[in-house]
């Protein structure tokens, strides 16, 4: 077995869907795009469905189809993207929601789909997705007449509490939904952890579910153990990897294990990553190879056949610190290569 | 259809291949390890053996079964990892041959399989795979009355052709395999590049097939297509994606595509690229998220449907540079969400 073994606590994903749920008085969705932030979307799905989650958001109509198949009917399937071209027999078939972004989706969807159900998708400030503040005005009441199921916006900032762009997009989409009376969702997990305020009628947490950041209470869903293939001495001097950017200091006991960007490790973690072997730490030296990492088990009383990159000693946020990055892009980068386990 | 095109361009791939192998008189191999590159190793392989290939090279065990059965038996499988822990059906199943890294996998390989081919896999200087000198001083001679298919070893700046661990690594594997009647390897793409004194029996090329450095000649193999989903107005001032990190410095038209680090687009590309529009380049603005990234299209005369970030106005070179990595990980994170396409 010379591939990473990673292991997917569905336990504790369940446990920080509940928590978050226990966080405030709406309804909770679940956000499940990207495969599930890359865990593996049919399991986490049905899991949070078991959970109590009625209402999940994918990024994409294809994403919302698979989604459809794992969860049969029932759960509301809430799609980001809107009604694109090409999109009609996707949200028909498998009856989604699409969030429409735009007059042009509108126009699409009353036209390809009379009757079927939407959302709509208000842009508060971030400037991504969703209708401005003018173009809703200009379609507000057409699209309230064809009773919408949800009206959500996004916030920019909401992982910096402090941020006064939090106040001023919450400010802009109670404007825009100012009495009315459809279901309104503005928080995903940043969101929820700002107060009742945020919270209107759906929440729908994402990397909170996942045990990422800014949740911090959150438990650890993903273990990642990848074994060991050698373990060699270097004399003081000899130099490691490519381009030969690292070269020890001391006798120096390395151990090379099965595992590289070419699994989702970003290769940019190289010069500050470090694995855990028993619960010790050991540093990442030279530079991360496509199926291959370097790591100095100098002060290991052992030799190890294999080392933890995500678990109790390090979580995605501290991989993703490494990297220069955030715990979602670790989630999402994990590799196709890796054994995949799921324990509940 | 909202999500992105991958189209994977397979008469690319093969004339890279037979470029690369016209270069030497060495057998040329392809590497296919991390599902070819990344592009989908069953497609990649049958056309490379098409092309000519007859001894292909894996990171791991399970990619060697995968690929046993996409090319059927014949074509020489090698391991680069070597025969580890678990991997001994593997290996007998699927016909592989393992690159055995040190004693411990000699005496494993031996013991399990007697009779099995084998390579050995030499370090001779990376420190990363491979036996090392003194090691295989005690060990070569019960090794080469096992009767080796291929000794290799792998050089860590071959891409540096100045780099004088080029010809300290040649001097190394020289003496290591000096008076072996044994075919022997030791250039991958970089290699074959520095010339006919690092060719030997067996070529490895990987990253030139793919379509990139530092194969300056390479033909671009893969092109990456993505969906806009809406275009929006700005004023100077409004700011755009998370953390408002970007500010538009005039009016700005702004377009919301659809792919992001959910697709393995970098996150850390961010700031530095560019996105291309009928061969017009669009800088994007504001941090990529997981579904989304957005561009400015101010300077196109159009709305465009669609815009490339790969393709034959920017290779996976550049997009690697934007991100601050190599043109490999561009490759082997593009994400399963692509409609793959494969074209002749």
Redesign the interface.
Same mark, same amino acid.
């Given at each position: %077995?010379?591939?990473a073994d990673l292991t997917i606590d569905l336990g504790a994903l369940a446990q920080n869907w509940r928590a978050l749920d226990a966080m405030s008085r709406a309804e909770t969705g679940a956000v499940v795009?990207?495969?599930g932030y890359?865990l593996g979307v049919e399991r986490v799905a049905k899991v949070l469905a078991q959970a109590g989650a009625r209402r999940f958001f994918v $990024?994409?109509?294809?994403?919302g189809a698979a989604l459809r198949q794992a969860l049969g009917p029932g759960p509301e399937i809430n799609v980001?993207?809107?009604h %694109?071209?090409?999109?009609t027999a996707l949200i028909r078939d498998h009856a989604l929601v699409p969030m429409l972004?735009?007059i042009? *989706?509108m126009l699409r969807h009353v036209e390809a789909l009379p009757g079927h159900a939407f959302g709509v998708q208000l842009?508060s400030? %971030?400037? @991504? +997705?969703g209708m401005?503040p003018a173009e809703w005005a200009a379609l507000r009441d057409i699209a309230l007449g064809q009773g919408p199921r949800l009206i959500m916006s996004h916030l920019?900032?909401a992982?910096?509490p402090d941020?006064p %762009?939090n106040a001023q997009q919450l400010r802009v989409f109670k404007e825009m939904t100012a009495d009315l009376d459809v279901p309104l969702s503005l928080a995903s997990t940043g969101g929820i952890l700002l107060g009742p305020a945020y919270h209107f009628d759906v929440t729908r947490p994402g990397i909170g579910v996942y045990g990422g950041r800014p949740f911090a209470e959150a438990r650890p869903v993903v273990h990642l153990d990848v074994?060991v293939? *050698?373990i060699?001495e270097?004399e003081p001097g000899?130099?490691?990897?490519?381009?030969?950017t690292w070269g020890a200091q001391r006798r120096t006991r390395?151990a090379?294990i099965?595992a590289g960007?070419?699994?989702?490790l970003? @290769?940019?973690m190289g010069p500050r990553a470090q694995v855990f072997a028993d619960g010790r730490r050991c540093p990442v030296v030279?530079r991360v190879?496509?199926? +291959?990492i370097?790591v100095d088990i100098t002060d290991l009383d052992h030799d190890p $056949?294999d080392v933890q990159l995500l678990g109790a000693d390090q979580g995605v946020d501290d991989l993703a610190d490494a990297a220069?990055?955030?715990g979602?892009?670790i989630l999402?980068?994990l590799g $196709?290569?890796h054994a995949r386990r799921f324990i509940e």
């Amino acid at each position: %077995m010379s591939t990473a073994d990673l292991t997917i606590d569905l336990g504790a994903l369940a446990q920080n869907w509940r928590a978050l749920d226990a966080m405030s008085r709406a309804e909770t969705g679940a956000v499940v795009k990207a495969n599930g932030y890359g865990l593996g979307v049919e399991r986490v799905a049905k899991v949070l469905a078991q959970a109590g989650a009625r209402r999940f958001f994918v $990024a994409v109509a294809e994403e919302g189809a698979a989604l459809r198949q794992a969860l049969g009917p029932g759960p509301e399937i809430n799609v980001f993207s809107g009604h %694109m071209e090409g999109d009609t027999a996707l949200i028909r078939d498998h009856a989604l929601v699409p969030m429409l972004n735009s007059i042009d *989706q509108m126009l699409r969807h009353v036209e390809a789909l009379p009757g079927h159900a939407f959302g709509v998708q208000l842009d508060s400030g %971030m400037n @991504r +997705l969703g209708m401005e503040p003018a173009e809703w005005a200009a379609l507000r009441d057409i699209a309230l007449g064809q009773g919408p199921r949800l009206i959500m916006s996004h916030l920019a900032c909401a992982d910096e509490p402090d941020h006064p %762009m939090n106040a001023q997009q919450l400010r802009v989409f109670k404007e825009m939904t100012a009495d009315l009376d459809v279901p309104l969702s503005l928080a995903s997990t940043g969101g929820i952890l700002l107060g009742p305020a945020y919270h209107f009628d759906v929440t729908r947490p994402g990397i909170g579910v996942y045990g990422g950041r800014p949740f911090a209470e959150a438990r650890p869903v993903v273990h990642l153990d990848v074994p060991v293939i *050698q373990i060699r001495e270097l004399e003081p001097g000899e130099t490691v990897g490519y381009g030969n950017t690292w070269g020890a200091q001391r006798r120096t006991r390395l151990a090379t294990i099965a595992a590289g960007y070419g699994d989702g490790l970003i @290769r940019a973690m190289g010069p500050r990553a470090q694995v855990f072997a028993d619960g010790r730490r050991c540093p990442v030296v030279g530079r991360v190879s496509m199926d +291959l990492i370097t790591v100095d088990i100098t002060d290991l009383d052992h030799d190890p $056949a294999d080392v933890q990159l995500l678990g109790a000693d390090q979580g995605v946020d501290d991989l993703a610190d490494a990297a220069g990055t955030i715990g979602y892009e670790i989630l999402t980068s994990l590799g $196709a290569r890796h054994a995949r386990r799921f324990i509940e």
